[in-house]
């Protein structure tokens, strides 16, 4: 009977979660549609023609991109392909030959917008495997029915959030990298229960769910390179869990064919992935290790306390500053509580619990600390380090709910309810003032996003672009000359064909040679909201009080 109340506790608990991720879903999608295009999409998009080009031609990658994650782009490049085809047998009235376009350019661009659109659903969609993992890891660690709190802990991480629609990377990485913590912790689940009996490799279920795993890590590998370590984080925590080295060394023997599989799994899928390691898989993976761990290509610099600081030289404490900066609060004190937690409570966890416990604090700390003991480049500020949010979310909802259950007291329970939901809130409204912008988000002990105003990064992604050009298309005279201070291309997507502007990059503008543009639109980063002093701000991109963005008017009268 115990077991079957457990059964239908189980499934209780994971209808909750979905109903909790499907709430979550459906305010995403909502206003999905107002998000610009950010810097890197372009060139992401662009990505999957240079590897299809390789493939067909043999032409040559760049040492850059071809250390670069193909498969998330692809697959968002042929769910566009496909739905560009439906809609053009079905509707052809309405088909992309129908827009008239008077160059090649325009048409490029309605397509880059067409195509990050259909991305930006697709980034998000995917995204919601990670609030699916963390309820799922929370549930592990705490089996409570309230393990669906988990959803909406990591939907208040602002900048998770914000990034979930547009960044075309990190925020695939970091949800393969937590469903990957997350399936890890339920093959160790069942490699706990089968440790007494023997097993071949074969068709059975054990071979089945390691191979699964292998490939499911692979896929992570496919996004970005540092996938591979939740191999070491599955053996590691699979290991430590044991209470001494006669126990390590008897399951390491045990399991290792085991290890194998899922060993090979994640190989064969990697190089499967990356088109540019098929020639020298072993040579390509110690290149794009050694590469993306310092990641020298990138030579800008970053705002940072008020300063432009080369992001090779970037101090230790930049990544940790800005995790104080814009996670909430009470997130900050409830993961330290849980951390603790779990430190104290450890010898009274289940095997399965001590192991998921290692593999979240592994997902956790093992690649910052990295990074900064190798002095990696660093910048914007954690949007590399995504992958560490929904860890920090599992160990700040598992400490909510851990001290909700310690508590006896109905009425100071009630309160403490009443106080999250307040505090949630609060986040919330915040949230919904910097929409479509919630990535820039700085917490209210740091002053909000007003105290980040030439002191951090705000909108260096360049998402602004979409609105002040939406302002310029209703506000400025035709055949206007309209400089761009950032991805010119987020600009030229949305311009309106029938004002005739001409578009000139900042960084094409022959300064001193060139007459004033009409229009200058720069975004908020390094030092471009000071270019062109004589001419006055005549719309700004405003949230929390903060220019994000802004139109420059030069008059020339």
Request: hydrophobic letters at 45%; proline letters at 4%.
């Amino acid at each position: 009977m115990k077991i079957i109340y457990s059964i239908k506790n189980i499934g209780k608990t994971y209808i909750r979660i979905f109903w909790a991720t499907l709430l979550v879903a459906i305010i995403g999608l909502s206003g999905i549609s107002q998000y610009g295009i950010t810097w890197d999409e372009q060139m992401n998009i662009d990505m999957v023609k240079w590897n299809l080009e390789y493939l067909r031609d043999g032409d040559p990658l760049s040492e850059h991109f071809r250390h670069h994650g193909f498969i998330f782009n692809y697959t968002s490049n042929l769910i566009y392909e496909i739905q560009y085809s439906i809609k053009k047998s079905l509707l052809p009235s309405s088909a992309l030959s129908k827009q008239n376009f008077r160059t090649t350019a325009e048409r490029n661009f309605y397509i880059l917008k067409e195509k990050t659109r259909v991305k930006h659903v697709v980034t998000f969609l995917l995204s919601l495997l990670s609030y699916i993992s963390v309820a799922g890891l929370v549930y592990i660690l705490t089996r409570s029915n309230l393990a669906w709190l988990g959803v909406f802990i990591l939907a208040l991480f602002p900048r998770f959030w914000g990034h979930s629609f547009f960044n075309p990377k990190d925020i695939p990485f970091a949800t393969l990298f937590t469903l990957g913590t997350f399936l890890g912790a339920r093959l160790l689940n069942y490699y706990f229960q089968k440790e007494t009996q023997t097993y071949k490799i074969g068709l059975n279920k054990i071979t089945v769910y390691s191979l699964l795993y292998g490939i499911a890590i692979g896929l992570a590998t496919g996004v970005r390179v540092a996938g591979f370590f939740l191999l070491f984080f599955l053996i590691i925590s699979h290991l430590l869990v044991k209470a001494n080295l006669k126990d390590i060394y008897l399951t390491f023997i045990r399991f290792s064919k085991f290890y194998l599989v899922i060993f090979l799994a994640w190989a064969i899928t990697t190089i499967s992935v990356y088109p540019a390691s098929w020639a020298k898989p072993v040579q390509w993976f110690y290149e794009a290790v050694f590469s993306l761990s310092k990641y020298s290509v990138w030579d800008n610099t970053a705002l940072f306390n008020g300063q432009q600081i080369p992001g090779r030289s970037l101090p230790w404490y930049y990544l940790p500053s800005y995790l104080l900066m814009t996670v909430p609060v009470l997130f900050q004190i409830s993961f330290v509580v849980g951390l603790i937690w779990i430190i104290f409570k450890y010898n009274k966890l289940t095997p399965t619990q001590k192991a998921c416990a290692i593999l979240v604090i592994l997902q956790i700390f093992t690649l910052p600390l990295i990074a900064i003991i190798k002095q990696s480049t660093m910048y914007d500020e954690i949007r590399h380090f995504l992958f560490i949010i929904p860890g920090i979310a599992v160990l700040a909802t598992t400490a909510l709910i851990w001290i909700y259950q310690s508590i006896a007291n109905k009425y100071i329970k009630l309160f403490l309810a009443t106080f999250l939901t307040l505090y949630i809130i609060s986040i919330g409204l915040d949230m919904a003032a910097l929409h479509p912008y919630e990535y820039t988000y700085f917490n209210r002990a740091y002053g909000g996003l007003k105290a980040a105003h030439r002191q951090q990064e705000t909108d260096y992604w360049g998402l602004s672009l979409k609105e002040g050009m939406e302002w310029l298309n209703k506000n400025a005279q035709p055949n206007s000359t309209i400089l761009v201070a950032g991805p010119i291309f987020a600009a030229q997507a949305f311009t309106d064909r029938s004002q005739n502007f001409t578009i000139i990059h900042r960084d094409y503008f022959a300064w001193g040679k060139d007459p004033d543009p009409d229009y200058y639109l720069a975004i908020s980063r390094y030092d471009y909201f000071d270019f062109f002093p004589q001419c006055p701000v005549v719309y700004s991109v405003l949230r929390q009080d903060t220019p994000l963005g802004i139109v420059k008017h030069c008059n020339k009268k």
